[in-house]
């Protein structure tokens, strides 16, 4: 049984990658065998072999890490800072991370509550793995980043979703339906504020009502907070940290990432209870053994002196907005809000159901690659989610290409 889709065990017209078939003799563990395809991924790997596109399908902006932060890690590398260093990172920038929560959030959070990880991605996993035992359920307010979902499959987790609506392009969530979703089986709640792809951010009151639920159930959240200072109205997103307590059952994944444009850098964090510092130790230290060295320099410049980058980015990206309404005005069958936060536009076209026939049909036929909705969550398999965190020429003709190929 080869890699099926995790939403209705069947994916038609998927994006087929090379090496989808192994052999029996090198048959591997069976969750692995038969994890979920990434639609996304199926989505870029066919597009490469489509000659001429521009691609809007990443998560990630085009600018380079600005040369402040680049600076840093260069002189530390030439320093020699190239050696294994402390499993959870460097006292240095744990403590950097924890200025700048005081500066930025107003809370007091100490060291020993924050993991430096390689990645994101990397805090993520630490925590899920922390958690999770075989058959536990996960629910996921959906549509939410793909990866997040990997995780608790490859950590042999359920997946229970619990979709947020939308109307006109604007999402909401009905929090009676996660407290529905919630059963005797059910280890944690993972959620992404603001949402990568819906750019939907949970109010503060939520975060309080979840949080009260959770601890009435003994259940775990996971935030992951990774745009948590990509708004266009404020200069952060609530945040759990502001209604938890310090040994609250809470994971808030955190990432250098977008902030500062250092998707390569693979940095990012875990704030969690103190008193789970020394199991993601042991974790971390199997896992990753430590982050990345010289890097970590950057991370503190970024920390210490980033403020005015995030700044120039959203000026950059919300006039990026501005191109895209202009757009999705031309072409009256897309039903889009404004974004108000991330970097992502996610929308539906009327009269096109499958955004796997649709991606492909843009990828053929218009030049552009952009994401299926599917690869967020069953809710989602009517969308397309769109990065504009590109220059404005990019942005115009990738907009030219879709409203190509959509009709005005
Ligand atoms: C919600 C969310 N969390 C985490 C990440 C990954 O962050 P990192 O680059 O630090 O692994 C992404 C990347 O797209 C994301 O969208």
Known sequence: MKNKSPFDGSFPGALQG???????????????????????ADTVHYARTRGDQISLAQGEGDTPTPAFIADAAVKALSEGKTCYGPVLGSDDLRQEISSYYARIYGHQIPTNRIFVTASGTMAMHLAITALLEEDDEVVAITPIWRNLLGAVEIARGRIREVPLDEENGLWSLDLDRVFAAVNSRTKLILLTSPSNPSGWVMPESQMQALLDFARMRGLWIISDEVYGRLLYDRVRAPSFLDVAQPED???????????????????????GPAAAEGAIRDIALYNMMCPPAFPQYGAIAALRHGEPFIREQLEMWQK?????????????????????????SLFRVEGEPDCLALTRRLID????????????????????????????SRLRQAMERLVGVLGQ
């Open 18 to 40: 090379p090496g989808d078939e192994t052999p029996s003799y090198l048959k591997l563990r069976g969750v692995i065998e038969n994890l979920s395809r990434n639609p996304g």
């Open 365 to 392: 036929e218009g030049g552009l690659t952009l994401a299926p909705g599917c690869s967020f969550g069953k809710v989602t398999t009517g969308y397309i989610r769109l990065c504009f965190a590109v220059s404005e």
């Open 320 to 344: 990026n907005i501005d191109i895209l309404m202009e757009y999705y005005a031309r072409c009256p069958r897309i039903v889009a809000a404004r974004p108000r936060a991330t970097f992502y």
């Open 249 to 271: 059952r809470l994971f808030i994944i955190n990432s250098f990432s977008k902030n500062w444009a250092m998707t390569g850098w693979r940095l990012g964090w875990l704030t």
